[in-house]
Structures are given as structure tokens and as C-alpha cells.
């Protein structure tokens, strides 16, 4: 099929997101800051998938976030692992499309969040004096401030926040 012909059926079937998203690498990651607006979506997003999640048996030993994607040393690696899996549960595409967030969006936010939480987490507890170099203080300072919701979104996807 020729490449314009398929664009236009992708985005009429509205596969657009499932097709013209890549991974985001390690430096758009880090690069990466939480927002407001966005977190609203993502906790949108988070609470129905976390609905599908706790309501069906195969997700009860295999949260959205897994311990493998959380605690990835590579980054550019857990967000492929995590995009792939929003992109083939249909009621996590639903949640996002009804969020308003792609799955990459999705998928940075997720995974900006989890390493800013772990900082202010350290940084708070004494462990470390300060955040640590490649941490944006700004992403640790905005789970400062929302604190609690933080904590009751990572709880409502399975992470031990």
C-alpha cells in the first residue's frame, strides 16, 4: 500500500498514535518536564487502567508497570517495553484515547514521574542531599508539590510508591 494511502487509513481507522509513534530515547526522557495539564490526563488515564487492571485476573502479577520497567536502567528499553504494552491492550488504548494522551505522552509522563518520585523520595529521607545530576529538579520539585496524588496514582497502577 502505498505510504499517503496508508497514513490516510491509519487516521481514519484511528490508528495514527499506534503507527507514527517511536520510543522516546534516554535524552528526550531526561529532557522531559511534568506539567499540570498533563498530569490531570495521566491521572485520568492511570485511574482506568488502573479500573481494567484491578478488575481482571491476568494483570494481578503483571501491573502496567512492572518491576522491569520501573527499575530499567534504560530508559530508551522501558519505554518501548511500556508503549508496547498500552498499545496492544485494547482497554488501555481505549483509557488513553479517552484521556486525551497518546501512548507516548503517556509513556514519558509514566516514566518521568516514577524517576522524580524515587528522587524526592531519597532527597527526602536524607539518603541524598540533593538531586541527584540527571534528575530535572523541576520534575522532583512538581512531586513535591502533589505529593499525594502522586503517591495515589503510582498506588492505583501498582507501584509501591
Request: proline fraction near 6%; glycine fraction near 8%.
Amino acid at each position: 500500500m502505498p505510504r499517503p494511502l496508508l497514513l490516510i487509513v491509519a487516521l481514519l481507522g484511528g490508528l495514527a498514535p499506534a503507527v507514527a509513534q517511536a520510543p522516546p530515547g534516554s535524552r528526550e526522557l531526561a529532557a522531559y518536564r511534568l506539567t499540570e495539564p498533563v498530569f490531570r490526563q495521566f491521572q485520568d488515564a492511570s485511574r482506568r487502567i488502573g479500573e481494567v487492571s484491578a478488575t481482571e485476573a491476568r494483570f494481578r502479577y503483571a501491573p502496567l508497570l512492572t518491576r522491569e520497567i520501573v527499575q530499567s536502567e534504560d530508559a530508551s528499553s522501558a519505554a518501548a517495553q511500556l508503549m508496547a504494552r498500552l498499545d496492544h491492550e485494547p482497554a488501555f488504548v481505549e483509557a488513553l484515547r479517552a484521556s486525551g494522551l497518546t501512548t507516548r505522552e503517556y509513556t514519558m509522563f509514566a516514566l518521568a514521574l516514577v524517576g522524580a518520585r524515587l528522587a524526592h523520595g531519597f532527597v527526602e529521607s536524607g539518603a541524598l542531599r540533593a538531586v541527584p545530576g540527571g534528575v530535572p529538579a523541576d520534575n522532583v520539585a512538581f512531586v513535591g508539590a502533589h505529593l499525594q496524588e502522586v503517591l495515589d496514582v503510582l498506588r492505583a497502577l501498582g507501584v509501591s510508591a
